[in-house]
């Protein structure tokens, strides 16, 4: 119900303002149920039923990063966002991801997701000695072989951020699809390398190992090359944080942002 008095207070405010010129010109509410629905089949398996995020970005924001314009939306929709698991999602036409953009936009009014806990006591949590700045980087500091958390906060949501803490491969296996993070073993004459996969092509491929140092590999030198699915170089926490610390942790993740 809350939705539907935004949303069409949303199309009051574009028909407002289109002699400006919007992508969103002409859509009905008709559009946007379309665009809910398209959503729910396309969308909500990554970024959550009501957009809050999950593997995917929290989309309940009122600016997107990769999505400064109406146009941008659409366009990235098509073409996804090239180097992360944001895939393209070729079966929508134009019309159809329009009509999921406006849908997207109409998110970005409503609440954002709320935190657990809090976000400053989870800071310390997350300096606490042997802990997560070994293998991760954030505004420069840290190590290691982890992805950066810089600005995690909009990648992902607070379901998936609990998951990777409590079981991380089974985060892991959930963004496997597309390949965001891969463990994998490579075997030379001189030794064996296990790490994150950050790059592949034909001919090479570049491994982070657990101490942050990059091997660059040529494929013709590998005796062996082995992908270990469903595998986390990252240790499980949930039997090591009470529940307050989780709580406070995944709040200082959520604000990790790049734009406030
Ligand atoms: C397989 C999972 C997956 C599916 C399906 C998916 N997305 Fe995403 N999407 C992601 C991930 C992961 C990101 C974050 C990319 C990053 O920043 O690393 C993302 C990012 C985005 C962004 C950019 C957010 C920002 O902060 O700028 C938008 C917009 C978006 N998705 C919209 C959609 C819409 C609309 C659909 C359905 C038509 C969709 N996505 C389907 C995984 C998915
Ligand atoms: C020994 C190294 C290591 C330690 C310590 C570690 N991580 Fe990780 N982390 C990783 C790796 C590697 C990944 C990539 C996904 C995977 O392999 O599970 C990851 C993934 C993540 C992700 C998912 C990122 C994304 O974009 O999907 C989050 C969030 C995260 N770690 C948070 C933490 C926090 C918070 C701590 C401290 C409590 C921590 N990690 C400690 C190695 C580590």
Redesign the pocket.
Known sequence: MKTRIIVSGLLTFFCAVTFAQSPFDGLTESDLAEGEKLFRVHCARCHGIDGGGGEGSNLARSKLKYAPDDESLIRLLGEGIPGTGMPEIWTLDVHQATQVAAYVRTLGQLEEEEMPGDPQRGAL??QSPG??P???IVSGHGS????E?TD?GD??GIE??RE??VD??N??SQ?MGYQ??L?VRATTSEGQVEG?RINEDAFSVQIRD?GGTVHSLRKDDLVEFEKVFAH????E?GGV?TGRDMDD?ISY?MSLRAEQ
């Open positions: 949590v997350y802990g997560c070994a293998c991760h290691g072989v982890g992805p958390l995690v990648r992902r998936y951020l990777s803490l991380p491969a985060a892991q963004t965001d993070f463990t994150l657990v986390s170089l990252m240790p926490y944080l942790l993740l």
